[in-house]
């Protein structure tokens, strides 16, 4: 059974870099793609971008190359870096494995807060 | 982008009812459609992927139906524990997107 298990800092100033990191157990990265995705309190769901076993990324252009996605094989992990945050940022972040079956399993969600 | 509309925006329903929420893609995005099910509090489950496909341990009152632009979820038999908040999304070509979510009240 595949988990996925994610963690970082939750309270960020304005500026600051977000770091999260997903733990991923059952399964291996060959053949699959890992994604971030990430909720605003209240709103819905924004895909901010996937990496594959090969360490190719693709990002939402929406993040205005603020974001990177990397991968640690050896310890069966990938991580998000977001840079230059705002409160806009402010955000429910999730990992999750997928596509190209959907997004599945998610990680349990990590509220990450930007606030001076 | 391609924007994926869902309607209606909220719903509500009786246990035993059937529902269904409709998503419509701003373009063709062939078979790569999927529905979410977010509980309160809770990280969204994937349902159903590729259209119609139901992910494991999903109940097969669940089902998914469309192509092209316009797709369908349906629930037949509502149950209490079906109150949710419903998206679906699309990953056929980047940025993956997602409808606004449909809220799924039960009466």
């Known amino acids: 059974q595949v988990q996925l298990q994610q963690w970082g800092a939750g309270l960020l100033k304005p500026s600051e870099t977000l770091s999260l990191t997903c733990a991923v157990s059952g399964a291996s990265f060959s053949g699959h793609y890992w994604t971030w995705i990430r909720q605003p309190p209240g709103k819905g769901l924004e895909w901010i971008g996937e990496?594959?076993?090969?360490?190719?990324?693709k990002y939402n252009p929406s993040l205005k190359g603020r974001v990177t996605i990397s991968l640690d094989m050896s310890k069966n992990q990938f991580s998000l870096s977001l840079i230059s945050l705002t409160a806009a940022d402010t955000a429910l972040y999730y990992c999750?494995?997928?596509?190209?079956?959907?997004?599945?399993?998610w990680g349990q969600g990590t509220l990450v807060t930007v606030s001076s | 982008d391609i924007q994926m509309t869902q309607s209606p925006s909220t719903l509500s329903a009786s246990v035993g009812d059937r529902v269904t929420i409709s998503c419509r893609a701003s373009q063709s995005i062939s078979t790569w459609l999927a529905w979410y099910q977010q509980k309160p509090g809770k990280a969204p489950r994937l349902l159903i992927f590729?259209?119609?496909s139901l992910e494991n341990g999903v109940p097969p009152r669940f089902s998914g139906s469309g192509s092209g632009t316009q797709f369908t979820l349906t629930i037949e038999g509502l149950q209490p524990d079906d109150l949710a908040t419903y998206y679906c999304?699309?990953?056929?070509?980047?940025?993956?997107?997602f409808g606004q979510g449909t809220k799924l009240e039960i009466k």
């Open positions: 999750a494995k997928g596509p190209p079956d959907g997004f599945a399993p």
């Open positions: 590729k259209v119609s």
């Open positions: 999304q699309q990953y056929n070509s980047y940025p993956y997107t």
């Open positions: 990496i594959d076993h090969a360490g190719i990324t």
